[in-house]
Protein backbone atom coordinates (compact mmCIF):
# COMPACT_ATOMS: atom_id res chain seq x y z
CA UNK A 1 0.00 0.00 0.00
CA UNK A 2 1.17 3.58 -0.89
CA UNK A 3 2.33 5.67 2.06
CA UNK A 4 -0.89 8.84 1.85
CA UNK A 5 2.39 10.80 1.87
CA UNK A 6 3.76 9.84 -1.49
CA UNK A 7 0.48 9.34 -2.70
CA UNK A 8 0.16 13.23 -3.96
CA UNK A 9 3.86 12.62 -5.20
CA UNK A 10 4.64 13.32 -9.31
CA UNK A 11 6.04 9.67 -9.40
CA UNK A 12 2.59 8.22 -8.29
CA UNK A 13 0.45 11.15 -9.86
CA UNK A 14 2.37 10.54 -13.39
CA UNK A 15 1.70 6.58 -12.83
CA UNK A 16 -2.13 7.26 -12.19
CA UNK A 17 -2.55 9.69 -14.62
CA UNK A 18 -0.36 7.73 -17.45
CA UNK A 19 -3.08 4.62 -16.31
CA UNK A 20 -6.02 6.72 -16.83
CA UNK A 21 -4.91 7.83 -20.68
CA UNK A 22 -4.13 4.43 -21.61
CA UNK A 23 -7.49 2.68 -20.17
CA UNK A 24 -9.04 5.58 -22.26
CA UNK A 25 -6.75 4.57 -25.41
CA UNK A 26 -4.74 7.59 -25.76
CA UNK A 27 -1.79 6.72 -28.12
CA UNK A 28 1.36 7.58 -26.02
CA UNK A 29 -0.45 7.59 -23.08
CA UNK A 30 2.99 7.61 -20.94
CA UNK A 31 3.89 11.50 -23.02
CA UNK A 32 1.17 12.98 -23.00
CA UNK A 33 0.75 11.85 -18.78
CA UNK A 34 4.41 13.66 -18.66
CA UNK A 35 3.18 16.91 -20.24
CA UNK A 36 0.13 16.76 -17.87
CA UNK A 37 1.85 16.92 -14.54
CA UNK A 38 4.92 18.99 -16.37
CA UNK A 39 2.49 21.40 -17.10
CA UNK A 40 0.06 21.41 -13.61
CA UNK A 41 3.53 21.54 -11.92
CA UNK A 42 5.05 24.40 -13.75
CA UNK A 43 8.56 22.40 -14.36
CA UNK A 44 10.30 20.59 -17.82
CA UNK A 45 9.63 16.97 -18.23
CA UNK A 46 13.26 16.96 -17.32
CA UNK A 47 13.06 18.21 -13.76
CA UNK A 48 9.98 16.08 -13.41
CA UNK A 49 11.90 13.26 -13.87
CA UNK A 50 14.98 14.62 -12.05
CA UNK A 51 12.22 15.36 -8.76
CA UNK A 52 9.86 12.72 -8.77
CA UNK A 53 9.58 12.85 -5.28
CA UNK A 54 7.79 16.58 -5.04
CA UNK A 55 4.24 16.30 -4.07
CA UNK A 56 1.26 18.29 -5.84
CA UNK A 57 -0.78 20.54 -3.81
CA UNK A 58 -4.62 19.37 -3.61
CA UNK A 59 -5.48 22.36 -6.61
CA UNK A 60 -3.14 20.84 -8.37
CA UNK A 61 -4.14 17.26 -8.23
CA UNK A 62 -7.81 18.71 -8.92
CA UNK A 63 -6.36 20.64 -12.80
CA UNK A 64 -4.80 17.43 -12.99
CA UNK A 65 -7.67 15.25 -12.91
CA UNK A 66 -9.45 17.79 -15.08
CA UNK A 67 -6.44 17.95 -17.62
CA UNK A 68 -7.07 14.08 -17.74
CA UNK A 69 -10.20 13.88 -18.51
CA UNK A 70 -10.67 16.71 -21.15
CA UNK A 71 -7.43 14.46 -22.76
CA UNK A 72 -9.43 11.26 -22.28
CA UNK A 73 -12.06 12.62 -24.55
CA UNK A 74 -9.70 13.59 -27.15
CA UNK A 75 -8.88 17.13 -26.59
CA UNK A 76 -5.24 17.57 -27.82
CA UNK A 77 -2.90 18.22 -25.64
CA UNK A 78 -1.75 21.66 -27.10
CA UNK A 79 -5.11 23.15 -26.35
CA UNK A 80 -5.14 21.70 -22.75
CA UNK A 81 -1.46 23.47 -21.86
CA UNK A 82 -2.05 26.62 -24.20
CA UNK A 83 1.35 25.92 -26.25
CA UNK A 84 3.29 24.13 -28.91
CA UNK A 85 6.51 24.14 -29.72
CA UNK A 86 7.12 24.34 -33.21
CA UNK A 87 11.02 24.75 -35.01
CA UNK A 88 12.49 25.04 -31.27
CA UNK A 89 9.79 28.06 -30.51
CA UNK A 90 7.47 27.82 -27.82
CA UNK A 91 4.07 28.95 -29.47
CA UNK A 92 0.57 30.06 -27.38
CA UNK A 93 -2.40 27.83 -29.12
CA UNK A 94 -5.67 27.95 -28.91
CA UNK A 95 -8.94 25.92 -30.50
CA UNK A 96 -8.71 29.23 -32.51
CA UNK A 97 -5.44 27.81 -34.64
CA UNK A 98 -4.62 24.34 -35.95
CA UNK A 99 -1.70 23.14 -33.94
CA UNK A 100 1.60 23.17 -35.72
CA UNK A 101 2.57 19.93 -37.04
CA UNK A 102 5.84 18.78 -36.83
CA UNK A 103 5.83 18.08 -40.72
CA UNK A 104 5.47 21.97 -41.54
CA UNK A 105 8.68 22.17 -40.28
CA UNK A 106 10.08 21.20 -43.90
CA UNK A 107 8.25 24.34 -45.05
CA UNK A 108 10.24 26.46 -42.84
CA UNK A 109 13.68 24.23 -43.88
CA UNK A 110 13.26 24.73 -47.33
CA UNK A 111 12.18 28.57 -47.13
CA UNK A 112 15.30 28.93 -45.05
CA UNK A 113 17.78 27.60 -47.62
CA UNK A 114 16.02 29.89 -50.39
CA UNK A 115 16.10 32.81 -48.82
CA UNK A 116 20.05 31.97 -47.43
CA UNK A 117 20.75 31.13 -51.22
CA UNK A 118 18.87 34.45 -52.45
CA UNK A 119 19.98 37.21 -49.90
CA UNK A 120 18.65 39.94 -51.72
CA UNK A 121 14.67 38.81 -51.14
CA UNK A 122 12.96 40.13 -48.58
CA UNK A 123 9.41 40.04 -49.18
CA UNK A 124 7.98 36.95 -47.64
CA UNK A 125 4.08 35.90 -47.69
CA UNK A 126 3.15 33.36 -45.08
CA UNK A 127 -0.06 32.23 -46.58
CA UNK A 128 -2.79 31.00 -44.34
CA UNK A 129 -0.49 31.61 -41.08
CA UNK A 130 -2.67 30.27 -38.27
CA UNK A 131 -0.25 30.52 -34.92
CA UNK A 132 2.16 32.42 -36.94
CA UNK A 133 4.24 29.31 -36.43
CA UNK A 134 6.08 29.35 -39.88
CA UNK A 135 6.54 32.93 -40.00
CA UNK A 136 8.16 33.13 -37.00
CA UNK A 137 10.30 30.62 -37.47
CA UNK A 138 11.46 31.98 -40.70
CA UNK A 139 11.64 35.59 -39.34
CA UNK A 140 14.36 34.41 -36.29
CA UNK A 141 16.10 32.09 -38.63
CA UNK A 142 17.15 34.77 -41.93
CA UNK A 143 17.01 38.02 -39.89
CA UNK A 144 16.87 40.64 -43.40
CA UNK A 145 13.47 38.89 -44.20
CA UNK A 146 10.27 40.67 -43.97
CA UNK A 147 7.14 38.95 -43.48
CA UNK A 148 3.27 39.39 -44.39
CA UNK A 149 1.41 37.31 -42.17
CA UNK A 150 -1.71 36.63 -43.98
CA UNK A 151 -4.96 34.72 -42.87
CA UNK A 152 -9.12 35.12 -43.47
CA UNK A 153 -9.65 34.21 -39.73
CA UNK A 154 -9.84 37.45 -37.23
CA UNK A 155 -9.13 34.85 -34.69
CA UNK A 156 -6.08 32.73 -36.04
CA UNK A 157 -4.77 36.69 -36.49
CA UNK A 158 -5.10 37.59 -32.98
CA UNK A 159 -3.15 35.00 -32.39
CA UNK A 160 -0.65 34.91 -34.38
CA UNK A 161 0.01 38.37 -33.47
CA UNK A 162 0.30 37.19 -29.56
CA UNK A 163 3.04 34.67 -30.46
CA UNK A 164 4.92 37.58 -33.00
CA UNK A 165 4.83 40.03 -29.70
CA UNK A 166 6.00 36.99 -28.14
CA UNK A 167 9.05 36.77 -30.33
CA UNK A 168 9.68 40.15 -30.21
CA UNK A 169 8.85 40.21 -34.07
CA UNK A 170 6.70 42.88 -34.73
CA UNK A 171 8.67 45.10 -35.96
CA UNK A 172 9.06 42.02 -39.08
CA UNK A 173 6.25 40.62 -39.43
CA UNK A 174 3.12 42.52 -40.16
CA UNK A 175 -0.34 39.98 -39.94
CA UNK A 176 -2.99 40.82 -42.49
CA UNK A 177 -7.07 39.31 -43.05
CA UNK A 178 -7.89 38.44 -46.07
CA UNK A 179 -8.89 36.05 -48.89
CA UNK A 180 -5.80 34.39 -49.85
CA UNK A 181 -3.82 36.46 -52.37
CA UNK A 182 -6.17 38.69 -53.34
CA UNK A 183 -5.14 42.24 -52.75
CA UNK A 184 -1.62 41.41 -51.48
CA UNK A 185 1.59 43.14 -52.26
CA UNK A 186 4.78 41.55 -54.52
CA UNK A 187 6.73 39.49 -52.46
CA UNK A 188 9.80 37.31 -53.65
CA UNK A 189 8.70 34.42 -51.83
CA UNK A 190 5.25 32.92 -51.24
CA UNK A 191 4.86 30.00 -48.40
CA UNK A 192 1.40 28.54 -48.41
CA UNK A 193 0.35 26.18 -45.55
CA UNK A 194 -3.52 26.25 -46.44
CA UNK A 195 -6.25 23.73 -45.55
CA UNK A 196 -5.52 20.60 -47.44
CA UNK A 197 -8.13 17.69 -45.57
CA UNK A 198 -10.27 16.28 -48.00
CA UNK A 199 -13.98 15.62 -47.79
CA UNK A 200 -12.66 11.75 -47.48
CA UNK A 201 -10.35 12.66 -45.06
CA UNK A 202 -13.05 14.84 -43.28
CA UNK A 203 -15.08 11.82 -42.98
CA UNK A 204 -12.76 9.21 -41.61
CA UNK A 205 -10.79 11.82 -39.21
CA UNK A 206 -9.00 11.29 -36.13
CA UNK A 207 -11.44 12.36 -32.90
CA UNK A 208 -8.99 14.95 -32.19
CA UNK A 209 -9.51 16.88 -34.97
CA UNK A 210 -12.75 17.86 -34.06
CA UNK A 211 -11.58 20.29 -31.50
CA UNK A 212 -9.60 22.14 -34.66
CA UNK A 213 -10.60 25.02 -36.35
CA UNK A 214 -13.07 23.47 -39.74
CA UNK A 215 -11.80 26.42 -41.12
CA UNK A 216 -8.25 25.49 -41.32
CA UNK A 217 -8.53 21.87 -42.31
CA UNK A 218 -11.38 21.35 -44.94
CA UNK A 219 -9.76 22.19 -48.08
CA UNK A 220 -13.08 21.10 -50.02
CA UNK A 221 -14.02 17.59 -51.80
CA UNK A 222 -10.71 16.94 -53.19
CA UNK A 223 -8.65 18.73 -50.62
CA UNK A 224 -6.94 21.13 -53.04
CA UNK A 225 -9.70 24.06 -53.18
CA UNK A 226 -7.60 26.94 -51.43
CA UNK A 227 -4.14 25.60 -53.17
CA UNK A 228 -5.87 25.87 -56.48
CA UNK A 229 -7.26 29.06 -55.51
CA UNK A 230 -3.88 30.16 -54.39
CA UNK A 231 -1.98 29.32 -57.45
CA UNK A 232 -4.46 30.93 -59.64
CA UNK A 233 -3.75 33.98 -57.81
CA UNK A 234 0.17 33.89 -57.30
CA UNK A 235 0.96 34.89 -60.77
CA UNK A 236 0.12 38.73 -59.87
CA UNK A 237 2.19 38.53 -56.46
CA UNK A 238 5.12 36.73 -56.75
CA UNK A 239 8.02 38.45 -58.51
CA UNK A 240 10.48 37.88 -61.39
CA UNK A 241 12.49 34.54 -59.99
CA UNK A 242 11.20 34.24 -56.67
CA UNK A 243 9.31 31.17 -55.46
CA UNK A 244 6.97 29.90 -54.06
CA UNK A 245 6.67 26.72 -51.56
CA UNK A 246 3.38 24.75 -50.93
CA UNK A 247 2.65 22.34 -48.27
CA UNK A 248 -0.09 19.26 -49.02
CA UNK A 249 -0.92 16.10 -48.18
CA UNK A 250 1.12 13.77 -49.76
CA UNK A 251 -1.13 11.57 -51.97
CA UNK A 252 -1.82 15.53 -53.61
CA UNK A 253 1.60 16.10 -54.52
CA UNK A 254 1.50 15.11 -57.58
CA UNK A 255 -2.16 16.83 -58.56
CA UNK A 256 -0.13 20.19 -56.76
CA UNK A 257 3.24 19.72 -59.47
CA UNK A 258 0.27 19.62 -62.58
CA UNK A 259 -1.43 22.61 -61.08
CA UNK A 260 1.81 24.22 -60.49
CA UNK A 261 2.88 24.02 -64.27
CA UNK A 262 -0.38 24.96 -65.61
CA UNK A 263 0.16 28.48 -64.22
CA UNK A 264 4.10 28.42 -65.12
CA UNK A 265 4.96 25.94 -67.96
CA UNK A 266 8.83 27.02 -67.80
CA UNK A 267 9.04 27.31 -63.74
CA UNK A 268 11.45 24.39 -61.91
CA UNK A 269 8.67 22.48 -59.44
CA UNK A 270 10.13 20.04 -57.29
CA UNK A 271 8.72 17.76 -55.09
CA UNK A 272 10.24 17.46 -50.98
CA UNK A 273 9.94 15.28 -48.75
CA UNK A 274 9.20 15.20 -44.69
CA UNK A 275 10.87 13.45 -42.43
CA UNK A 276 8.90 10.43 -42.55
CA UNK A 277 9.51 9.86 -46.54
CA UNK A 278 6.35 11.31 -47.66
CA UNK A 279 5.82 13.48 -50.27
CA UNK A 280 5.16 17.23 -48.44
CA UNK A 281 6.04 20.52 -49.84
CA UNK A 282 5.90 21.31 -53.93
CA UNK A 283 9.03 24.35 -54.57
CA UNK A 284 7.63 26.55 -58.02
CA UNK A 285 10.91 28.82 -58.92
CA UNK A 286 9.94 30.96 -61.46
CA UNK A 287 13.22 31.51 -63.91
Known amino acids: MVPAADRVSARVQLASTRAALAKAGIPY ?34 QLRRLASRRAARVPVPY ?72 VSARALRMAATNIARHRLRRRIVTVRGDLLRGAGPADLILANLPYISGKQRRVRPKELKYEPALALDGGEDGLDLIRAALAQAPAVVAPGGALLIECDPAQARRVVRLAQGHWPLAEVSVHKDLAGRDRVIRVQLG
Open 29 to 62: AWLDAEILVAHVLHVSRERLHSHPERRLTQPQRR
Open 80 to 151: LTGEREFYGHMLTVSPAVLIPRPESELLVELAIEWLNAHPAARRVIDLGTGSGAVAIAVAKAVPQVRIVARD
